[in-house]
């Protein structure tokens, strides 16, 4: 996990000293973020924009925040989405075993006759 923030923060990190090099972009501002999961990502903002207390991890989407030690709570309930997926897939599932029975209550009768 180390590793890979380590490999995250260098490569971000080079994008302001190009733009500094070249001393055409507008001042801008790196702010970074922790998640829960210790995940860092650090956003660029033009300087005169206030940065947000919470940023969206762009690695789990939880809540990520400034302060590296007391990141924010994640969410106790799974997203929207994938409890929808989960209920649309159980859904599909029991389709399936009724057509599956159908077709078989079918052939029953058929091999009955
Ligand atoms: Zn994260």
């Given at each position: 996990m180390a590793a890979g923030n380590a490999i995250r923060g260098t490569r971000v990190g080079s994008g302001p000293v190009r733009w500094a090099e070249r001393g055409e972009q507008a001042p801008r501002s790196v702010v970074a973020y922790w998640c829960s999961n210790g995940h860092r990502t650090e956003p660029t903002f033009a300087a005169e924009i206030t940065p947000p207390d919470t940023w969206d991890c762009p690695r789990c989407g939880q809540p990520a925040g400034r302060n590296e030690q007391a990141p924010p709570e994640r969410?106790?309930?799974?997203p929207y989405k994938t409890h929808l997926a989960y209920v649309k897939e159980r859904r599909t599932d029991a389709d399936g075993e009724a057509i599956l029975q159908e077709a078989l209550a079918r052939l029953r009768q058929r091999t009955g006759r």
């Open positions: 969410p106790r309930a799974e």
